[in-house]
């Protein structure tokens, strides 16, 4: 499960790299073969690694790199 988790981690980072922020919603129906809990690991151990950041407007989650 760690390293699934991981290789997630890997396809959100580049995800994010080539499109930008976006919103975990959308993240979540690009990577359609994954399942959304997974994803939300992924994006926990994107966060604790300080890889990404998560912001929320208008209940809105947002995901992007840091700069």
Same mark, same amino acid.
Request: no cysteine; aromatic share 6%.
């Given at each position: 499960?760690?390293?699934?988790?991981?290789?997630?981690?890997?396809?959100?980072?580049?995800?994010l790299a080539r499109n930008g922020a976006t919103s975990v919603a959308?993240?979540?129906r690009e990577l359609p073969e994954e399942e #959304?809990? &997974?994803i939300q690991c992924s994006i926990g151990w994107l966060a604790q690694e300080g890889k990404i950041t998560l912001e929320s407007i208008d209940r809105? #989650?947002? &995901?992007?790199?840091?700069?």
């Open positions: 499960m760690t390293e699934r988790i991981g290789l997630i981690a890997g396809r959100i980072w580049h995800y959308k993240l979540v #959304e809990k &997974i809105v #989650e947002t &995901i992007a790199l840091k700069d």
